[in-house]
């Protein structure tokens, strides 16, 4: 007969000694590896990159974390301690933005294709409608609603280490699209498994020339 470990009884890390115990202490070079601005390096970075991840939470501290993507250098860099990230038309949940208007925050990590390091920056967020902000991130397909724009706290690179083990750029390893369900299938089997409720599943096809509508 299996037997399976009791949760209430099962070891957890609580305390950062034992923590520690596990890891040992960080690099010197990690340690200083984090800077407190853009410098030419990370504004360079942030130009190749055409996709970026958004880390918030609310005021009780429910995580949310959005892919937002554009043509190269989409983010604008205003200066060493400014990012500005125009806001493009999705699903209007708006869990990033009102994140930012409950707690302030905002964590980044932008990539870009071929390169495995990535590039995080964290800071201070506002939601701005300034004109001149909409002005810089106004491209051929539209001007934004708004800007996010981000104060930097912190910079730094992150190794390669991830992205290596994933193979993540590796074309020879991307997998089959068909491997899995159109996602208007899979919310169809969601919605009616968790809500109850019937839904009509929107093809692949369907949903990709929606998306182009508001690309």
Known sequence: ??????????????????????YGPARERALKKEIPALDAH????????PFVVLASSNAQGHMDASPRGGEPGFVKVLDAQTLL????????????????????????????????????????????TDPADLALCTDARRTPALVIRLTVASVYLHCAKAFMRSQLWDTQRHTDRAQMPSMGEMLRDQIKAFRGEEMEAETQAQMLERYRQTL
């Open 1 to 22: 007969m299996t037997q399976y470990a009791d949760p209430m009884t099962t070891s957890h890390i609580t305390t950062l000694p034992a923590l520690r115990q596990l």
């Open 42 to 49: 990370a504004t360079r970075f942030v130009g190749l990159s």
């Open 85 to 128: 990230i125009p806001d493009s038309p999705g699903n209007n949940r708006l869990d990033t933005l009102e994140n930012i208007v409950a707690t302030g925050q905002l964590g980044t990590l932008f990539m870009v294709p071929g390169f495995d390091e990535t590039l995080r920056v964290n800071g201070t967020a506002v939601l701005s």
